[in-house]
Structures are given as structure tokens and as C-alpha cells.
């Protein structure tokens, strides 16, 4: 492999809060390392349009604490044909971009691991998405920042909920990941968290809710957005029906959960995973994302990555059941 | 009248972050002119079940920071009759309650008024709302954070807006006033501002949104939860259906918007009327409403207070338009 | 007077939340008006290093969340002389600028007064402090996001407070004005504030703080940093000596009070004023701070605006004592 | 070994958000099991004064999301002398304590090895410090929420120093441990970062300093207090000295680090190892701090957890060194 001279760096697929300090980290790095550093905008579709910039120090600079991403991000229905990767490839090369670093979640990595294949260029990914879905990183860049969103909203809400003695069922998202919802279900102290991986026992959650009714004033349930039944509002007409006297609210929290500042976690895995990768293009890997498993930098291909099946522990579960009784 | 020896304190109808700054500032004042102070829970309910308590300066610790009210909320269709009214006074004589303060919105006050002259009993109110929608006072107490509540989501929205080019309808709370729409509107940079107090002109609003759609990558249109159409999600037809290549998204705030520490403004503005309250009821005062008006201490009649026709100030609709540009 | 058609704009004396905002409505409020705007970096120092450029609608976008000023703010010695304020003026010509928009307090009006009278040039301000120290408006753009983050850093202060029964002496901003900590004290639920307004008695304070040991568990005194007897350690240090058992700390907040996104009031305040302000200099109008006085818009010449006399409610300490009991 | 039925649990040490959680976890946990719970007031001073109270699951609600710490904490001397130990011991006897629950740092868990092995009674540890300075976990409950403060503070004092082009010295809690430095300022774009771990290179700090700031308009330096040369203001002493054309500040965060409402993170920790820590008891266990390890329960014993010789990870100086350039 030629000795890589120009890092092209993208965000693609949902957004996420450390979107932008993980693309300071690459910009930067690769400076550190001599390297040239060109932007592409909006993803596979900026490839395709040719929207690319040089990057320097300033292009990165007081944004570790903005969310969103400065390179934008988009769906790109052309890059999924031959024809439309093959005019990504050729304005790559026609920016000189021989090594690339894809931020992003499942899609990003399916497009970077054909596009990689089918025309020899190394690429390394970053997982940069709210849900905590992929393999090979034991956080991805932007849960961390949602779960405390989530938490934030949901206190709000316990506050209401308190006041006039209400049942909230909250809906949080994860299309097809309840990592979200365990996490800040726990954290918010929720009577009960039904999530995607684990089938709901209706029985069981009336039964939880008749019970604590007794002698608590207010009661939250999380509900991930892919949850079988049909989401929240699904079950706050189920529970509606089931304990009409019950005072019963649906909120959906949605797209705040994508925005804000990251928090310092974020921000810091981010950084850490930006130098890793760059590091790792130089060090001639190419087809795998990097992620932090145990607390050390992890290469993991592609294909594995994006496998869908992360576990959840079923620990978490039991802690729901155990503290919010 | 004879001299005031015991106040009771209620709040009622939704809750507003201020509350409990509210009722600590009614108790402290209340124990520092040498009275009794009882708590009542759950508003008029309260009242028809006598559920009271005795308060002292420690009732009210550490709680001028929480968002809800510790004296609770709830509707009471009871004291909607003669009847149930009866029972609450008879309640409030066995507890030697021999004047109220209400928090609350109009049809807290709506209550008090009737209660006052039925029985007597002399009730000042405080306005405790987020909606801000009562006359006699430039803010109600919740106001200000439910404000900066929105904005903060917003805020969050735009950073996954621009990240994504996409055009985001905001629902916000005010089911009768868009004054909560109008001032987080402008404060959150939005496109356009819908509320009820003013018609929308379905062209004018398409006008703008093709316009700045040519050089702005986000758009924000805050729509008030009264606002005539139906809501944001009716707005998020109609948009989509005039520019269906616009990626549109619908997001409805809801219930995080009554709940959270309250500003420091809606601290300071409950301290002041809570004593003001207090020291009205020792001045003879009653059947009317404290609140502030160009800074000072004002008194308004219950029945001036809710007339609901609190006037739009047409400047904000203006800097919405110049501003947005 | 001739037309205006070139509109500069500075930020000017220490930074406050909310100048962002303020440009940007002077901004495209001049545009809206067909007025070209001239922004100048680092205030009276750039009008003489020539450091200006051109403004458009893009150049504020984005920016209405943001703390501190894109146009940055510095002092300038050389500005007091009458060379330096000749270099100024050429300058201004040169970039054909024929009005100018001066954001900050009292020593950026000073200046403005003085350069407005030797050229001819029409002036207005914009009360850009966190002090709210300026006569001529209810609120100065700032000061209500800086309070916020008083009670925000106070409030968590209370947690550990309370966990160690402790003593916090906490230092707030306002050199000349006690005007943060007044308001930011009542909302804390202080037992004390200290402010340069009103002579401490230190025999009161002891009394106080002795009193309500007795059975509370935590207390704070909120200190005005311009207060006379040297600050927060000064009265430390008293507090320690009069009580040597109390676990007494002390805590100077410091700059936070100066940055972070500016609260939905300070965001609609600026943006009001901001479009009154090119409408004024429309009008003819010049040598003018303009402010909301009950609400309306309202000018007032610069030499009364900096009067530094702005008078302290007494019922606001008043609130302190009552509540804090 | 005979059976527990009766946990007792306290916090000791310096207070950190999420101690409320952990105590929330241990009691509902402990019901769970169909054990009593005590709850001692002010750590081990409370055992000696028999500050004791039975607790029940509404013991607990509603704090999951409060900082401080419910059941208070305290130094005692008096537990340092065998007859004070004696004292504790034979107050928890007559309360029927035959467990115990730790919550604190090093102090903390150096008593209960002590005592536990004059006494015979089960003591497990939760670490509860937001230093994260144990051996034994990944991390210590509380430190999550401290580190988010810190970049907190320090993103608002960016926007005042990116105003004014000034270098800010930040200090930040961490007498023995660098640890919140490290990540706060990976996470905060600090341009250095001074840790008692490493020794500072004044030079080297003097000419990265020097050489960022040709086109840097701001600078951080993260400074831990317990750093050598005498903390923040000894090295803006120093940098003043070396720079005296350098608009230089010194700010020291002091105690807002310690409260707030807990993150996310934070609150999950504290329910999991809550959750264990009860359990581990009833498995046996005694002597040990539970911990996370690689996402693991994980039980180490007081004397290794205590041990104060946290590695830091040397990738994160490098970090920094890159990613500010």
C-alpha cells in the first residue's frame, strides 16, 4: 500500500453529539502526522458531488462542545449503485484523498466497507451514533450525551408527574436498541423499561404497576421506539384501558435526544478514537472500525461491527425490577 | 373583619415551576407576622377531604430550587357543587384556617372567587402558570422557565437540523395563548411563529419557507399547541405536501416544559409576591390576584385577572419576520 | 443629517451573554431595512487598527445561542485620545460607515458620547453587561442569564453544603452594583447578601447567622465582589473568628458568570432592542442608549444612562430577611 | 457466619452526586431480600452519637436525581481512638446492625477495614468520591458528574476568553489525583494540562503556550489542585511573569464540582453497585470495596482499593498535546 498523504474525513447516517469533536480529533491527528486533511460534506453524497475542502487547525477549532456535525450529514440513494461510487471514487482522487475516516453508525460502515473493497482504499470507521448498536466498542460517540438528555427530560417530567400523581410512559429512542432506554430507564428511576430485546409480559407490567400504585404518587415507564407493541402511545392506550382511573400521559421525547453539547465522556472518546484512527490508517489498517473495549483502543471489522446483536446484560433488567419497587 | 390568625396555602390546576418558591415564600412570611400556616394538599380536593397539615419553617427547606409543588395538584369536580364547597369550609373552620392563598391559573381563581364570597373567607391568589396568560401581571410565575425550557430543546433540535439540512415544526405548550411560542420563538431564531392569537396566512408561511430555503440549510417553525390548523403535526402535512423534497420533522415538547429548577427570575418573582400575599391578607385585602406590574407589587380582582385577553405584543411578530430574514 | 446607508456595529468593555444576539439583530434588521453593515472586531481598538468587514445575513447565522461576541471586545487605551479617535473616524470612512450600534456598558457609551460629539458620527447603544448597572432600561442584555448561572452554581453548592452542615461564603460578579447578588440571593434562599448599595452591619450578620444555626442545617451568604470589606475571604475570615466551629468555606465564582448560551429573556432582549436601535438611527435618532423600560422601548441619552445611580429596591433585602428565616 | 437481617448504611468522606442513588440502591435492594435497613447520619460519627433510623422504600424516593448526600457525612476523630470505635459498635448493637454498607473514599473504607476486623461485623464498600482515585473500579460514583461540571464551567469561560483573546488557568478539584484534570481537559480543548502525576516542564509549558498563541485567540490550561508548584494562581504568577503582554486569568471552580443532579452514568453505577453490594453481603462477602471492572462486578479488598497508586493512562497527555496544537 502507498504511504497515505491526504486523510478525507465524513459524517454520515443519524447525527450524534461528538460528531464534531470526533472530526476535530481526525483533522488535528492527521496534521500532527503531516498528514493533509480533506472534508467532505454530507457524506457518501458529498463524494458523489464532489463538495470537499482542505481542512486546517482553525477549519477544527471551538467546536469539541457544539452538537450536530460542521460536515453535515445525509442519505445518499446514488452511492448504493456501482455508478455512484465510482464518481465518489473518482472525486476522491481527484482531491487526493488516498485514506478516508468514516464517521457514523451501521449504514456508514456498510457503504465504507463495499466502497473500500471495490476500490482498494483504506478506511477506518468511528462509531458515531445515539443508539450503542454496533460491536467492537463498548460505547459509541453520542449515547453518552443522549442518556443524560433522556434523564434531564425525564426529571422534568417526574416533576409534573409527582404534582398531580400521573403515570408517564416515555418514549425514548432506539429503533432497534434498548440500550437507550435501560440506561436512563435505570438512572430515572422508571417503574418499568420495555425494550426491543426483550419480550413484554403485559401481565407482569400491570401487575408492577397495580402494585406500586398502592403507595407511590407518581410512575414513569420507558418505552424504546422500537418496542414490539407500537410504542408508547400503543401502551398508554393499553394501560388506559387496563387502570382507567389512572391519570396516564404519553410523551415522546424525540429529536432533542440528538443535540446538545457532548458530555465530557463523549467528547473524550471521541478524541481518543479520532488519534486511534489516524494512527491506525498510518499503521496500514484499513476495513474496521475503532472503538474502546475495556478501556483499551479496538479494531474490529467492518462485517462484525454491524452484526445487530449487541446483548443486553440481564442484570439491568433485574435492577429495574429491584429498584423501583 | 376579624384579624387573621391562620393562612392556608394550596396550589391547583397544572403545575409550574415556581410553585414551591411559591409556598415557601407564604409560609416564611406567614410565620414571620407571627401566623399559623396550614398546608393544604391537592388544591380544592384537599379542601373536601380535609387533607391538612400544620407547616413551620422546616416544611419549606431546600425546596425554593424544585420544579413541581410539594403541596400537590388536582382537579376537584366536587367543589364545582354547593355542596362540596360546603365541606371544604367546614373542613377549613375545624382547622382554623381563616384565609387563603391560592397559586394558580384562571381556574384557580375562578374557584376562589366563587369560594371567597360564599363563605366570607378572604383569598388572595398568586399566578402560578407557565402559560402566562392572566392580566395584573407582566409574568406568571413559571414562565420564565418554561421559556428557557423551550429553548434549550430547540437549541438541541437545531444543532440535529442543520446537521441534516432538515425543516423541524416545534409544538409548544399554550393551549389558549401563544405567548410561550411567541418570545421562545424569537428567542430560538425560528422562521415562523404560529399561535392562535393570530390567524395564519397558509401562503405567507410557504412564502417564507421557499424564500429562506434557498440560502438556509435549517428552519425552525414554533407552533403553539392552540394554534387553530391542529397542531404541529397538521403544519407537518401541509408542509410536506406543498414541498415534499423538504426533509420535515414534527416534534411535540410536551410535559418536560412544566417541570425543572425554576429560573432564577421566577424565584425572585414567587419571594416577592408570596410576601405580598401575606402582608395583602393583614391589609384587609381579598378576592384578588398579586402580581407585579412594571415592577411593583400590583393587586388585580379574580375576576380582571382571568379575562383571557391578554394582548399580543404586534412588535414580537414583527422581529420574528425581520430577524428570521 | 444625511441618509444612513452604512451601519458598523462593535461589542465593546467586558463580554456578556446575549452580545451575539444583539448583533444579530442589529444585523439583519438593518438588512431588512436595505442598510449595509460594517462589523468591527474588538471595538474602539478595531476602529483604529481598521479591523472591519462586511456583514451579511450568514455572518450572524447560528449565533443567537451562542455566549460571548463573534466580533470579540478589547480595551483601548489609545481610543481616549484625541489622535486615536481621529484614526478611528478615518477609518469609519474609509469603510464608508455613516452610523455605528455600540453594544456594551457604561465605559463603551463614555466613548461613544465622546466620539459621537467630535465627529458628527450618529451613535445608539445597546446595554450589553451583566451588571445591569445602567439607567435607562429594566434590564441590561446578560444579566438575566448571569443570574441563572449564579443559582445554577449556588444550587449545587447547597447539595454539598448540606451534606457537611457547612457555611459557604460565595462571591458573585458586580464590581460598583450588587445587583447579581440581590436578586441571585433571594433565589438561592441565602441567608445574607452583601452588596456595596447598603452597609453591612457585622453585628446583624453574626446575629443572624448565629440564630438560624441553630437549626439549619446549611447556610449561604451571598457577597457582591465589589462589597467594602475586601470580598468573600475577607468575611471568611471574620466568620471563621466570630464562629470558630462552624465548617465555614468560601467560593468565588469567577468568570463562568460571564459565558454560556443567554437565556430566552436575554435573547428576546436583544433582539427587541437590537431592531429599535437601527430603527431609531433611522429615525435620526443619536447619542442615545436604547432601553425597555415597562416594557416599552425607551431612550436615553448616554450621560444619563451611566449614572451609576441605580437605585436598590429595599424590599428586596427586605425578602432576603423574611424568607431566608 | 451468622445470618444478616439488618443493613446498615452511611456516607463518609467528601460528599459526590450519586451517593443519594447508591443509597437508594442498597435500601430498596436490602427489601428486596426481606432485610431491614438503618440508616446512620454523618458516617461514623453518627454510630458514635447512635444518629440511627430505621428505612423504608419512601426512605429513599425521589433522590435518585439529588446531589449531596441524604444521610449526610462528617470527619470524626473520635472513630480514630479504639474507645470511639467501641462506642459505634455497641450503638449499632442496640440498633440490631449486624451489616454494614460504606459509601465513601479512602478515609472511609480505611475505618471500616479497621473496624470490621476489631468487630467482626460485614462491612462492604461502594465508592463514592468524584476523584475516581480507587483501585478496584473503573470508576468512582460521582466523578462522571464532576468531570461534566468541569467542562461545563469551562465551555462558559471559553466564550468569555475566545472575547477578550485571553489565557485562562483553570483549576479544578483533585488534591492526590489528576484524573479530573485529565479528562476535562482532553474534553474541554485545554491547550495543557498540570497533574500531580507528571511532572510539569515549566519551558515546555512556556513555549507550547507561546507557540499557540500566534494564532490561537484564546487559551485553557487545566491545572489540578493538587498540582506541585502551589495551584492555579502559582502558575498564572508565573505565566504573567514570563507573558506580560498575555491577558492572563486565574479561575479556581472549588466546590460546584461536588454537587448537582448525578449523570446518567453516575446513577447507573451507584444502582448496580448497590444492588451488588447487598448482595455480595448476603453472599458472605466482607472487607471489600465492590467496583465496575470492564463492566463487571468486582470485589477488591479495602486495603488494595485504598492503595492511591491509579495509573495514568499515558495516551491521554498525548491527547492533549495533539489535539490542541
Chains 1, 2, 3, 4 share one sequence.
Do not use: W
Request: glycine letters at 12%; proline letters at 3%; a negative charge.
Amino acid at each position: 500500500m502507498a504511504q497515505i498523504k491526504n486523510v478525507g474525513v465524513y459524517t454520515s447516517g443519524g447525527d450524534a453529539p461528538g460528531m464534531n469533536a470526533a472530526i476535530r480529533a481526525v483533522v488535528r491527528s492527521a496534521l500532527y502526522y503531516d498528514l493533509n486533511v480533506t472534508g467532505i460534506r454530507r457524506g457518501y453524497e458529498g463524494m458523489i458531488t464532489g463538495d470537499m475542502f482542505s481542512m486546517d487547525r482553525k477549519s477544527v477549532a471551538n467546536i469539541i462542545q457544539r452538537g450536530g456535525t460542521i460536515l453535515k450529514t445525509a442519505r445518499s440513494d446514488q452511492f448504493r449503485t456501482p455508478e455512484g461510487r465510482k464518481i465518489a471514487y473518482e472525486n476522491l482522487k481527484k482531491n487526493n484523498v488516498d485514506a478516508l475516516v468514516a464517521i457514523g453508525g451501521d449504514g456508514t460502515f456498510t457503504g465504507a466497507k463495499i466502497f473500500g473493497k471495490e476500490f482498494g482504499i483504506p478506511i477506518l470507521g468511528m462509531p458515531g451514533t445515539i443508539d450503542n448498536d454496533l460491536l467492537g466498542t463498548d460505547f459509541t460517540i453520542g449515547y453518552d450525551t443522549a442518556i443524560n438528555t433522556v434523564i434531564d427530560a425525564v426529571d422534568k417530567i417526574r416533576d409534573t408527574a409527582e404534582s398531580h400523581d400521573r403515570l408517564f410512559i416515555v418514549e425514548v429512542m432506539g429503533r432497534d436498541s434498548g440500550l437507550i432506554a435501560l440506561r436512563s430507564g435505570i438512572a430515572a428511576g422508571a417503574e418499568a423499561v420495555l425494550i426491543p430485546e426483550s419480550k413484554t409480559d403485559l401481565n407482569a407490567l400491570f401487575h408492577r404497576l397495580e402494585q406500586g400504585r398502592r403507595d407511590k404518587s407518581s410512575k414513569i415507564v420507558i418505552v424504546a421506539e422500537g418496542e414490539e407493541a407500537g410504542g408508547a402511545f400503543e401502551y398508554g392506550h393499553l394501560i388506559k384501558e387496563r387502570f382507567p382511573n389512572y391519570d396516564t400521559r404519553v410523551s415522546v421525547l424525540g429529536h432533542i435526544q440528538r443535540g446538545g453539547p457532548p458530555s465530557c465522556m463523549d467528547r473524550v472518546l471521541a478524541s481518543r478514537i479520532g488519534v486511534a484512527a489516524v494512527e491506525g490508517l498510518l499503521d496500514g489498517r484499513h476495513g474496521e472500525m475503532v472503538g474502546i473495549v475495556n478501556g483499551e483502543i479496538s479494531y474490529t471489522p467492518f462485517e462484525n461491527a454491524i452484526k445487530h446483536n449487541v446483548d443486553i446484560n440481564p442484570d439491568y433488567l433485574k435492577i429495574v425490577d429491584i429498584l423501583s419497587l
